[in-house]
């Protein structure tokens, strides 16, 4: 599916790694050579044609985000460098003024570090107490599990929602009615869903939402941090600079701006948030629906084949994203992927920044094909065959 979009796929690789980042078309190279070429001014700050231009276009794209995921209102769109700073400035900027001591926070073992990592760092600071929903033996997350550790003490429930190495798709809408029931919060890391699935922040009822341009066909070094318009009311900025403030003086009297200014301190990657303007734009040409069945289908047809592999260990067999975690018995997995290299096949190997998950599978390193709509079955093919090497220990040794 629109293959002739991505030079890349001309170079005879196989790119099976899109849970990492994922390919570009080349519209955004072309958005983004007009930008630098035509009219590279910064955003927000100039009186004359080109700078007003770039605060359009800036503009258009958070326009672009909040119809995408289905905001209520614009501001509620703030940009940042990608999930990891989005998190933290939720986790940071809101919770860090919510939270008190001896109040839980909800995660799971399967989540990334950048929705692990910050807690642990608040949780110092605050003396907050971590917990972790149990997954069953598919490495689900179930209602009846979250249901067994909530407590009066539960404040926050921070999940991703696909996960990066199970690649599970939580019932994020039953999820969060459940915790607002209970007076509590939740964070969704889009950062796996937000490029394969239809989100509808509105539908969903989610507090913040955080996730990243470049796992969605679009630049590095953007990312988008959504948050409903009253919580957002009450973030406190953690970079501070030009941009968001209205006014100061010499007395350290200042007054900040609006959001979602407020929260976008200093010059951000303009290039890249116009781009990923033209990327949101293309997506909705092609379907959220369309990309969710194609690579759903896709992923189906890929573990039929892989289970013809001798050895072969599926981790995540009967989860539904684009996500396959696999081994061969009595192979590294950094081993496998330095071999299918060979092949031109690009494969992630190790933890995938989910180092505890270890805890739950017995296992520390994995390797992950993360697939795209512009993958096919052709390219499961030669995977599985290059897989099926009688000689492939021998090639590894």
Request: hydrophobic share 40%.
């Amino acid at each position: 599916m629109n293959r002739e979009d991505f030079l890349m796929l001309n170079e005879d690789i196989i790119y099976f790694d899109n849970g990492a980042t994922s390919l570009k078309p080349k519209i955004l190279a072309e958005i983004t050579s007009d930008y630098y070429n035509k009219y590279s001014a910064n955003a927000h700050r100039g009186d004359y044609d080109i700078s007003l231009k770039v605060d359009e276009m800036y503009e258009n794209t958070r326009e672009l985000v909040k119809k995408f995921i289905n905001a209520k209102k614009s501001k509620e769109i703030i940009f940042t460098s990608g999930t990891t700073d989005s998190l933290n400035k939720i986790i940071f900027g809101y919770f860090k003024y919510y939270l008190k001591e001896n109040d839980e926070v909800l995660l799971t073992k399967s989540e990334h570090a950048s929705n692990v990592l910050p807690w642990f760092e608040l949780a110092d600071i605050l003396k907050l107490k971590i917990k972790y929903i149990d997954l069953d033996e598919n490495l689900n997350l179930t209602i009846e599990n979250l249901k067994k550790i909530i407590t009066n003490k539960t404040k926050v429930i921070s999940l991703a929602i696909i996960t990066n190495v199970a690649g599970d798709i939580r019932p994020m809408k039953e999820i969060i009615k459940i915790a607002h029931e209970n007076n509590i919060l939740v964070i969704g890391d889009g950062a796996q869903s937000v490029a394969h699935t239809k989100t509808d922040v509105q539908d969903l009822d989610i507090d913040f939402l955080a996730f990243s341009a470049h796992k969605m066909y679009g630049p590095t070094g953007v990312g988008v941090l959504y948050g409903k318009e009253e919580l957002l009311n009450n973030i406190r900025p953690i970079i501070f600079g030009g941009g968001m403030n209205a006014t100061y003086s010499s007395d350290e009297v200042r007054v900040y701006s609006d959001l979602p200014y407020l929260l976008e301190a200093g010059t951000q990657n303009i290039a890249g948030v116009i781009g990923f303007g033209k990327i949101i734009e293309y997506l909705n040409n092609i379907g959220m629906e369309k990309i969710e069945k194609y690579e759903l289908s896709l992923k189906k047809y890929a573990i039929e084949k892989l289970k013809e592999v001798k050895d072969i260990v599926i981790i995540n067999e009967n989860t539904e994203s684009a996500i396959i975690t696999f081994n061969i018995k009595d192979i590294f997995a950094q081993d496998l992927a330095i071999y299918l290299n060979k092949y031109n096949i690009c494969v992630r190997a190790g933890n995938h920044c989910s180092k505890i998950l270890k805890e739950e599978i017995g296992i520390k390193n994995t390797c992950r094909a993360s697939l795209s709509f512009y993958n096919t079955k052709e390219e499961v093919d030669r995977f599985i065959e290059v897989l099926k090497n009688p000689k492939i220990k021998e090639e590894i040794i």
